[in-house]
């Protein structure tokens, strides 16, 4: 290019070209989060927020569309961050710039266009350029003749610049089955220089082989099948495009060097990482492996922490922590020992926060985040490698080579150490982990914490079925383009003839008593459970004789254009053409409106008390309660919870007005709409507003609400905790279960009460003056048991023997707590303050309770207290430790104290011998 442009300017143009030039809509990024999709950790493509409308239970109000989406690919089958580092090219987070047809251009159209881009707009050399097609290697799916001929045409492009590859390279597949086609990539040659393999014998260069002169930059995919089977591909009746580009990739080629980490992507933040270290320019240089995983993992973290993703434990989280703790270990490798990753994350938020505001938005957050978590890792460090090593040279010693995976795990759990930098150390020492392993302890971990299995099925698995059911209820005119009608707003009670009737994945005419079914009807007034609202429940039944009565359990939507009830046919035969009333149960609906509200006002409150760093993290909006996890490093105190409470409920008393809009979704973000991580959201959103003249509230949101806040009624935290590292839980009621729950406390208030004959006023100083007698009590009760134990031990001291010139005493004394033992060994050592050795138990809450004592000459001559209990314990089942001088133990089996305690004198025998 004649102007060299900034990676900002390169991704502008890209944009601009296809908005302005191509007529495509400008579709924002969606979360690193997916929104509704389990099968995927996070977003690493930029299909994936479209990949709805492929699968067909989705369509879009356009149908061209370009982005440039944020991807992480730090797991499963896309996980690059073994490379992240060791190269110039992989990332953990990169962006995907992206131009898409949902069934309207195809290859013509795609190619012409990623061609002039390329040739025209971004100037870059045609001869430089190749273009591989499909060809299959089995020769069972068509040659993409159609492709290759349209690349020859374009001007300037060498006829033998257009390559055919097979299955591997050049055809894309979603998973194994589902839409499906043909793909072409774009090379770029960047010369014979660019070789890494020159002066190999038998190395030819040449497109996707194993040298780095050819660089794929943009894939474009003909997504023109549908694969139903390992052999079987059926064409889609639309045919769509889906291309990607690497903006990292692109940005290093237009600004001609030879390292995405070079560019003005990433070279701001190598220098903030040079201003701490006060390296050279060739100190930098040779330490260039710190500085990529420090400019990559900041910007990672960055971008993860203001979609959601704090760092923790497992899943999301544990990556988060991962990225921070490996990029904390890669600054300390070059002197940067504090804390200071935060700083290079403020010149990412600097650097790209025009594009991605939510950067900004969440710059408090992001650094305190950061910051913490080093300072965690810090704590912990130290020690988890000193153990690591001790692992790694045992390996060396025995001559293996691979750690075990679960001694990993036990590292991670234990030191907090993440597989990740586990297996740096180990390679930095020619040694391996077994990653497997690894995760599959994790795993266990995860199932038996309650935790569950991560991620579900693919989704859209009975599509077909619906989608057939769709285009003929089309054809008979029953139902418009855009199908089923869905207002949960507006009624609770709709009218209507059954459309069609799926039983056990088959269409049916009709049901009867017992059948588990799924009804369509032409418009439904049920909620389909979303944004952590669940669905509704209720009742269809017939309008007419004869009569017949379903209940609704269940709603979904399986394909675009479908909505299905799901439930049990209670009474009469269901037949499709018969008139139906469909009921959403009021009083229910009515208690999860209240709760979700009160979410609205508990996240607005939270937020008022604890910061702006407070953000959802998940919820539950069900008729007997609510539940709403929040980002939040520490536990709430109860002031501050208690704050929380009055606020919501100030709230609730001042009877806000709720305003609900539909509106484009860009709009009410600008307008400072709260959108939440892993939430899917249309083109135009519904928000939601609390107070008309100075909001308190505003969030997008598609869930039903109340008309007022004093429709709440009451609002009552009932726990707050921990539901994983970094994230809060409040469980909370409202309205009728809040009222019960108040009721239920005045019973239990009244009856106690009754028994301490007071009101209700009076018990807090009637409780303080049972517990201050009850104190006195057990004070005496103490004195006087130490008085019984000191007597009874002055008795058992004519029990004390000599054996080999060593004193030694070995008894029970009941009813001794261990300081009571502990007291009486030190009696004894005043009487024998040289070659005296002690064992005393008891039995406390059916558990034997061990502690001995060895005095200072013995333990010159070998004698460990801490040994000797340790033996002592093992034949009660237990086990202990201690100082050579005082120990203690404890057991199970108190009925073998009596043996237990013969093994003081074999072990004085032992130690005399």
Same mark, same amino acid.
């Given at each position: 290019m004649k102007n060299k442009l900034s990676g900002s300017e390169i991704r502008q143009t890209f944009i601009r070209f296809f908005v302005e030039q191509k007529g495509h809509t400008f579709v924002p990024s969606s979360s690193l989060v997916p929104g509704g999709d389990q099968t995927l950790l996070f977003t690493n493509a930029g299909m994936v927020q479209f990949k709805d409308v492929f699968l067909g239970t989705d369509h879009r109000p356009y149908k061209r569309a370009v982005n440039s989406q944020k991807c992480m690919r730090v797991a499963g089958k896309h996980n690059d961050l073994d490379d992240v580092g060791r190269d110039d090219t992989h990332h953990t987070f990169f962006e995907m710039l992206g131009n898409w047809s949902f069934g309207d251009y195809y290859k013509k159209e795609a190619i012409s266009w990623a061609w002039e881009l390329l040739t025209q707009i971004f100037e870059i050399d045609p001869s430089r350029l190749y273009a591989t097609c499909f060809k299959d290697e089995k020769g069972e799916i068509p040659t993409d003749e159609e492709a290759a001929e349209i690349w020859k045409s374009q001007p300037g492009m060498a006829t033998d610049h257009v390559l055919f590859f097979g299955r591997k390279d050049n055809f894309w597949e979603m998973a194994d089955t589902g839409p499906c086609g043909p793909c072409s990539e774009i090379n770029y040659d960047r010369g014979e220089e660019a070789c890494d393999k020159r002066g190999v014998p038998g190395h030819v260069c040449q497109v996707n082989g194993d040298c780095k002169r050819f660089v794929e930059i943009? @894939?474009?995919?003909?997504?023109?099948?549908?694969?139903?089977?390992?052999?079987?591909?059926?064409?889609?009746?639309?045919?769509?495009? !889906?291309?990607?580009?690497?903006?990292?990739?692109?940005?290093?080629?237009?600004?001609?060097?030879?390292? @995405?980490?070079?560019? !003005?992507?990433?070279?701001p933040l190598l220098m903030k990482v040079q201003e701490m270290t006060g390296h050279t320019d060739e100190e930098r240089e040779n330490n260039f492996t710190p500085y990529r995983v420090i400019a990559d993992h900041a910007r990672a973290s960055a971008f993860l922490i203001a979609d959601g993703v704090v760092p923790g434990n497992t899943g999301r989280n544990y990556v988060c922590r991962m990225i921070i703790r490996r990029a904390a270990r890669f600054g300390s490798k070059i002197g940067l020992n504090q804390p200071f990753l935060a700083k290079v994350a403020e010149v990412v938020i600097d650097r790209y926060g025009d594009f991605f505001p939510e950067l900004v938005k969440n710059r408090d957050a992001i650094l305190s985040n950061i910051t913490r978590e080093e300072e965690r890792f810090q704590r912990t460090v130290e020690t988890g490698v000193s153990q690591l090593q001790v692992y790694l040279n045992d390996l060396k010693e025995r001559k293996e080579q691979v750690l075990d995976g679960q001694v990993a795990f036990e590292l991670y759990a234990t030191h907090g150490l993440p597989l990740e930098l586990t297996r740096d150390i180990a390679r930095e020492q020619g040694l391996e982990v077994d990653q497997m392993g690894f995760r599959e302890a994790m795993e266990a971990h995860r199932v038996a914490s309650g935790a569950g299995k991560a991620f579900g099925p693919l989704g859209g698995e009975d599509v077909d079925i619906y989608r057939r059911v769709f285009?003929?209820?089309?054809?008979?005119?029953?139902?418009?383009?855009?199908?089923?009608?869905?207002?949960?707003?507006? *009624?609770?009670e709709v009218e209507g003839e059954v459309l069609a009737i799926v039983r056990e994945g088959e269409v049916v005419g009709e049901a009867f008593p017992g059948d588990v079914v799924e009804v369509i009807l032409p418009k439904t007034c049920f909620y389909i459970e979303s944004g952590g609202q669940v669905s509704d429940t209720g009742k269809i039944v017939s309008t007419s004789e004869p009569r017949w009565e379903l209940q609704v359990e269940a709603m979904r939507k399986p394909a675009a254009g479908i909505i299905v009830h799901s439930g049990r046919v209670l009474r009469g035969v269901i037949k499709v053409g018969d008139g139906a009333i469909a009921r959403v149960d009021a009083a229910r609906r009515r208690d999860i409106m209240r709760n979700h509200t009160a979410t609205h006002l508990l996240h607005a409150e939270l937020q008022a008390v604890l910061g702006s760093h407070a953000r959802q993290a998940g919820s539950l909006v069900a008729p007997d309660r609510l539940r709403f996890d929040f980002t939040h490093p520490e536990a709430l105190t109860q002031e501050q919870i208690e704050r929380i409470e009055e606020g919501v409920n100030h709230a609730i008393l001042a009877n806000y007005r709720l305003e609900t809009r539909v509106k484009p979704l860009q709009q009410a973000v600008a307008e400072g709409a709260m959108a939440l991580f892993g939430e899917k959201y249309a083109e135009n959103v519904r928000t939601v507003t609390i107070g008309a003249t100075e909001p308190i509230s505003y969030e997008l949101c598609g869930g039903t609400h109340v008309e007022e806040t004093a429709d709440i009624g009451l609002f009552l935290i009932t726990?707050?905790?921990?539901?994983? %590292?970094?994230?809060?839980?409040?469980?909370?009621?409202?309205?009728?279960?809040? #009222?019960?729950?108040?009721?239920?406390?005045?019973?239990?208030?009244?009856?106690?009460?009754?028994?301490?004959?007071?009101?209700?006023?009076?018990?807090?100083?009637?409780?303080?003056?049972?517990?201050?007698?009850? *104190?006195? /009590?057990?004070?005496?009760?103490?004195?006087?048991?130490? *008085?019984?134990?000191?007597?009874?031990?002055?008795?058992?001291?004519? @029990?004390?023997?000599v054996l080999n010139d060593i004193?030694?005493? %070995?008894?029970?004394?009941?009813?001794?707590?261990?300081? *009571?033992?502990?007291?009486?060994?030190?009696?004894?050592?005043?009487?024998?303050?040289?070659?005296?050795?002690?064992?005393?138990?008891? /039995?406390? !809450?059916?558990?034997?309770?061990?502690?001995?004592?060895?005095? !200072?000459?013995?333990?010159?001559?070998?004698?460990?207290?801490?040994?000797?209990?340790?033996?002592?314990?093992?034949?009660?089942?237990?086990?202990?430790?201690?100082?050579?001088?005082?120990?203690?133990?404890?057991?199970?089996?108190?009925?073998?104290?009596?043996?237990?305690?013969?093994?003081?004198?074999? #072990?004085?025998?032992?130690?005399?011998?």
């Open positions: 943009w @894939n474009l995919v003909f997504i023109q099948y549908n694969r139903t089977g390992p052999s079987t591909l059926e064409p889609l009746p639309a045919r769509h495009v !889906d291309t990607g580009m690497g903006f990292e990739r692109i940005v290093s080629l237009l600004q001609g060097v030879n390292s @995405n980490y070079r560019t !003005d992507l990433f070279w285009e003929n209820l089309r054809k008979e005119a029953k139902l418009n383009n855009d199908g089923v009608v869905y207002d949960p707003y507006s *009624a609770i726990s707050e905790g921990s539901a994983a %590292a970094g994230i809060r839980r409040i469980e909370a009621v409202t309205g009728r279960a809040a #009222y019960e729950l108040v009721q239920k406390r005045f019973r239990i208030l009244r009856a106690t009460a009754e028994k301490l004959s007071s009101s209700l006023d009076e018990i807090p100083v009637k409780v303080e003056n049972l517990l201050d007698e009850l *104190a006195a /009590v057990r004070k005496e009760n103490h004195t006087l048991r130490q *008085a019984l134990v000191t007597q009874r031990f002055e008795t058992l001291l004519r @029990n004390t023997k004193t030694y005493l %070995a008894v029970e004394i009941p009813g001794a707590d261990v300081d *009571a033992l502990r007291s009486l060994a030190d009696r004894f050592r005043q009487l024998h303050p040289q070659q005296g050795v002690i064992v005393l138990a008891s /039995v406390m !809450d059916g558990k034997p309770l061990i502690v001995g004592s060895v005095t !200072d000459d013995l333990i010159r001559r070998g004698f460990h207290a801490g040994e000797l209990v340790k033996r002592v314990a093992q034949v009660v089942g237990g086990g202990g430790g201690g100082r050579p001088n005082m120990a203690q133990a404890g057991g199970r089996d108190a009925e073998k104290l009596p043996q237990a305690l013969h093994e003081v004198e074999n #072990y004085i025998r032992e130690k005399t011998a």
